[in-house]
């Protein structure tokens, strides 16, 4: 089993920066791909930033110049740094990792979430 805990989100004011946390545990071999997604009241979870196993990146439009994503394979975590935050951002904040996870002799990919953590941006 894997299990993945989120933390960093809070609220900022217009202009402000957060960096979200999400660390995977339990039984894992390898992470391929690392995914943030976001999902505002009312609207459809959308993706925010992914990275690849060779730390390729890439970004919503609308997050593109102001978010970073980064991971350290080390620590089984992928970060998300949010810079000049704007009140569009407020959402809660997903994180999705594509791992190989299962037994030695029986090994599987899956994809798990975390529990979401809330981003509030205002003044």
């Known amino acids: 089993q894997v299990q993945l805990v989120e933390s960093g989100g809070g609220l900022v004011q217009p202009g402000g920066s957060l960096r979200l946390s999400c660390a995977a545990s339990?039984?894992?071999?390898?992470?391929?791909?690392m995914v943030w997604y976001r999902q505002a009241p009312g609207k459809e979870r959308e993706l925010v930033a992914i990275?690849?196993?060779?730390?390729?990146?890439n970004y919503a439009d609308s997050v593109k110049g102001r978010f970073t994503i980064s991971r350290d394979n080390a620590k089984n975590t992928v970060y998300l740094q949010m810079n000049s935050l704007k009140p569009e951002d407020t959402a809660v904040y997903y994180c999705?990792?594509?791992?190989?996870?299962?037994?030695?002799?029986?090994?599987?990919?899956?994809?798990?979430w975390g529990q979401g953590t809330q981003v509030t941006v205002s003044s």
């Open positions: 990275i690849t196993t060779k730390s390729t990146t």
């Open positions: 999705n990792v594509n791992v190989v996870t299962g037994r030695t002799w029986s090994r599987y990919e899956a994809e798990y």
């Open positions: 339990g039984s894992i071999f390898s992470i391929n791909s």
